[in-house]
């Protein structure tokens, strides 16, 4: 267990719909990161946070978009869903200091019907 | 042409074989080379950091880079079914805490070792 979690597990919506997935980073991290998974794309960088401002974008959509909250919780927005959005969507934290160690959540998987 | 490449596999292999997974990248820039293993329905998990050319090793596994022929690898002794698992190599864009955590993966090595 990376002490990374986060919520739903599993998510199935609707093509044009809009969704959150919620990321706990591992107590005493402040940055979070977000990484889409598919069989095609592989492993992608979409975002980072530090300590509740973005410090990092990678090939994120304009429809997606995250934030960080003072408790330093993540949520990424994803809307106006698409059949390719499908994908498992991973947390990762990291000590201030040190971004190359990242602890990895669960993920959340995103069926978009 | 991707950054980092990685075959996919599947390798498929008895327990008790020598394992050997590769990553080649195309950017110099690269200098701190890791290894993450995901278990299936699982996030990825650290699994080796190394910095510099040459071995490090850590219990049954090596990690071995070539910087001058941008190719790194990722060496299994013993191999059991446990370490049944999707390989990744991944790498900061550049060296120290300046590169934003922006992780680049390779596609994954999906690996099976059987009894």
């Known amino acids: 267990d990376s002490g990374v979690t986060q919520t739903p597990k599993h998510l199935i919506t609707a093509t044009g719909q809009r969704v959150t997935l919620r990321c706990s980073p591992r107590?005493?991290?402040?940055?979070v990161y977000w990484y889409q998974q598919s069989l095609d794309q592989g492993l992608q960088f979409l975002i980072q946070?530090?300590?509740?401002?973005?410090?990092a974008k990678g090939n994120i959509l304009e429809r997606f978009s995250a934030q960080q909250f003072p408790d330093l919780h993540s949520e990424l927005n994803l809307s106006s869903l698409e059949l390719g959005d499908s994908a498992l969507y991973f947390c990762?934290?990291?000590?201030?200091?040190?971004?190359?160690?990242?602890?990895f959540g669960p993920g959340t998987r995103l069926t978009v019907l | 042409q991707k950054e980092v490449e990685q075959d996919p596999g599947p390798l498929s292999v008895p327990e008790g074989a020598i394992v050997s997974l590769n990553c080649t990248y195309s950017?110099?820039?690269?200098?701190?080379f890791m290894w993450y293993r995901q278990y299936s329905r699982k996030g990825p998990e650290l699994l080796m950091y190394?910095?510099?050319?040459g071995n490090k090793e850590d219990g049954r596994f090596t990690a071995q880079v070539d910087k001058s022929s941008k190719y790194i690898s990722l060496f299994i002794r013993d191999s059991q079914p446990s370490d049944s698992a999707t390989y990744l190599c991944?790498?900061?864009?550049?060296?120290?805490?300046?590169?934003?955590?922006?992780?680049?993966f390779g596609q994954g090595t999906i690996l099976t070792v059987h009894p």
């Open positions: 950017n110099s820039a690269f200098q701190y």
């Open positions: 107590s005493g991290d402040l940055s």
């Open positions: 190394t910095y510099s050319s």
């Open positions: 990762a934290s990291s000590r201030a200091g040190d971004t190359d160690t990242q602890y």
């Open positions: 991944a790498m900061p864009p550049s060296a120290g805490g300046t590169s934003y955590g922006k992780l680049t």
């Open positions: 946070y530090y300590n509740g401002e973005e410090r």
